[in-house]
């Protein structure tokens, strides 16, 4: 079965951290370019970080450069993102997307940053 599972969201104070993983199933994971998108409360889904298939070259959103982090284990089909300083702005669900032969989405973790 192909799928992407998130997993890793819950509640932190603000300037905490947290680690989000999406495991792969089913899919060549090497050949896929993953990324992370969010979509906050009455917001639209944006884009939030990407990793390369090959050379892991990465890019970020301008709200989360210097704060997340992602990264990604071929070996175990999973793709992270390391979240660090977080703001009540960041409070999302988060969701993986692989990009390749066919494109994938994730159901989603919830992420709040409150006090």
């Known amino acids: 079965q192909v799928q992407l599972v998130e997993s890793g969201g819950g509640l932190v104070q603000p300037g905490g951290s947290l680690r989000l993983s999406c495991a792969a199933s089913?899919?060549?994971?090497?050949?896929?370019?993953m990324s992370w998108y969010r979509q906050g409360p009455g917001k639209e889904r944006e884009w939030v970080a990407t990793i390369s298939s090959l050379r892991s070259s990465t890019l970020y959103a301008d709200s989360v450069k210097g704060r997340f982090t992602i990264s990604r284990d071929n070996a175990k089909n999973t793709v992270y993102l390391q979240m660090n300083s977080l703001k009540p702005d960041d409070t999302a669900v988060y969701y993986c997307k692989a990009t390749g032969s066919r494109i994938l989405w994730g159901q989603g973790t919830q992420v709040t940053v409150s006090s």
């Open positions: 089913g899919l060549v994971f090497g050949t896929y370019i």
